[in-house]
Structures are given as structure tokens and as C-alpha cells.
């Protein structure tokens, strides 16, 4: 149930999944026109803001940003990646492929081959009401990495994880069978600073290595530098933008969740 309401609740937050709500509760209630204009227009509202660029990469910046990597990594006894970037082999597809974030398995692979550690943990497992796929995550990193030549003999799976707290708290009981104490994470750079704040509340002091950057320092410059024209493009609402800001508020209410799940704690 718990796995449910996180990811239904939600939906209903996102400004995509909210402003449909206020469309529909303003066909729905017996409200006075006034107040059904009120409502639709405030569903315009959060379209635009969550569409704009402006909105959309101040949120996803600041978020990247929260964590800043060591500026050289130390040896380590195990590299450990947070699933999501990877997609099942499912017909039609001819083998796994990987999204968008797809950067974590290639920027763990480096690290591997630059003898960062001798171990890579692969975590990722799936809700199997809400996906038809017939493979796991972890599964699908395993065989991009064995097609990379990375040795069967060094990847570790967990593949039982349903969200990113089951990937912590399953991930730390194998660092904790195996003695691994020096851990580096890798996930992408928007996902790090919930991932890091859940490993090292489990006593786990993870190592951020963030791969999978949304935007660069060149980028962000480039949003305030921007001539007359460009702006009128940022400031218009864009699919791509709502999806980047949907992402983010994602990660944002996953922290405030956590926050607020402590103060209980405490109290």
C-alpha cells in the first residue's frame, strides 16, 4: 500500500496531474462561474510556470547543485548504482537500452576502469502491478556492463528494491553482509541529494559520484545572458520543461517527506 500511495499521491502534486484536477473539480462542483473560471485558470497558471524554462531549470540547477563530489575520488571497496537508467529488452527492442539517465551505468563503468574499486553493486528491482517488463533493472545494468567488459565475477545484484528508500535499505544490508565500508554512489545528479541523505540516515557514508547532469554551468549562464528573443522562447511553456520540473518537485517532496517522517520520529 505504502509503495502505492507514493507513487499515486503524488501525481496529484505534479503540476500536470494538479492542474487536470482543478480543471475537473471546476466541471464538477456546483460552483458559481466565477470561481469555475478561478479554478481553470489557476490550472493555466501552474502549466506555464511548470512548462517555462526559467522555473524549470531553476529547480533542476539548485538541485544538482545541493551535492558537490570530491574533486578526486578514494579508492573504494564498492561502486554502487541506483537503477533508472535502463530500459528491458522487450520486444521490439533487440537488447537493453537505456533512457535518459542512462549516463549512471556508463559513468560507473568508467570509474571501474579507472580501479576506482574492484566491486560494482547494482541495485534496482520493479512494481510488478505497474510495469510489464520482464526483466529488472539490476538485471539490465548486468548486461550492459558484461557487453562493456566489465567481469560477471565483479557485479553485485540486488534486485528486490521498489523505490529508492527498498534500494537503500536492501543495497545496505548486502554492504553490511560483505564488510564494505568505503562506498562509492552513483546515480544521477537530480536523484544524489535524496539518495545520499537516505544511505548515510542508514549509517551507510556514501561517496557522491553523480553522473546524468540536466544542465551545465554553461547552460545555467546562458539562461540569464539569453537576448530578447531566446527569453520569449524560455518563458513559453514547453513538454520538455514540465517533465524536467515534474522530476525535480519528485525528488523536492521525496526530502520534504523525509523531513517531515523524522520530526515525527523525534516528537
Keep these: 500500500m505504502f509503495v502505492f500511495l507514493s507513487k499515486f499521491l503524488?501525481?496529484?502534486?505534479?503540476?500536470?496531474?494538479?492542474?487536470c484536477l482543478l480543471i475537473l473539480l471546476s466541471l464538477l462542483l456546483r460552483v458559481s462561474p466565477v470561481w469555475q473560471k478561478r479554478l481553470v485558470v489557476l490550472a493555466l497558471v501552474l502549466l506555464w510556470l511548470g512548462g517555462n524554462r526559467w522555473v524549470a531549470y531553476s529547480l533542476t540547477y539548485t538541485l544538482e547543485r545541493k551535492i558537490h563530489p570530491p574533486a578526486e575520488l578514494p579508492p573504494a571497496d564498492v561502486i554502487l548504482v541506483l537503477g533508472g537508467g535502463t530500459e528491458s529488452s522487450d520486444a521490439p527492442r533487440s537488447g537493453v537500452e537505456v533512457n535518459g539517465a542512462g549516463d549512471r551505468v556508463i559513468h560507473a563503468v568508467r570509474l571501474y576502469r579507472q580501479g576506482i574499486a574492484p566491486y560494482i553493486l547494482l541495485s534496482g528491482g520493479n512494481i510488478e502491478w505497474l510495469s510489464a517488463r520482464t526483466t529488472t533493472p539490476a538485471l539490465e545494468m548486468r548486461e550492459l556492463m558484461l557487453f562493456m567488459g566489465v567481469p560477471d565475477s565483479v557485479l553485485i545484484l540486488q534486485d528486490q528494491s521498489q523505490n529508492t528508500a527498498e534500494d537503500v535499505f536492501y543495497s545496505t544490508q548486502i554492504l553490511r553482509e560483505r564488510g564494505f565500508d568505503k562506498v562509492i554512489l552513483v546515480t544521477s545528479a537530480q536523484?544524489?541529494?535524496?539518495?545520499?541523505y537516505l544511505f548515510r540516515e542508514q549509517g551507510i557514508d556514501v561517496i557522491p559520484s553523480p553522473a546524468d547532469y540536466s544542465i551545465t554551468d554553461a547552460e545555467w549562464r546562458s539562461l540569464w545572458q539569453a537576448n530578447f528573443p531566446a527569453q520569449i522562447i524560455?518563458?513559453?511553456?514547453?513538454?520538455?520543461?514540465?517533465?524536467?520540473t515534474t522530476t525535480s518537485l519528485k525528488e523536492y517532496l521525496g526530502m520534504l517527506v523525509n523531513s517531515l517522517r523524522n520530526l515525527i520520529n523525534l516528537s
Design 191 to 196: 536523484h544524489m541529494p535524496r539518495a545520499v
Design 234 to 244: 524560455n518563458v513559453l511553456p514547453n513538454a520538455g520543461y514540465l517533465s524536467m
Design 10 to 19: 503524488p501525481l496529484l502534486i505534479y503540476p500536470l496531474g494538479l492542474a
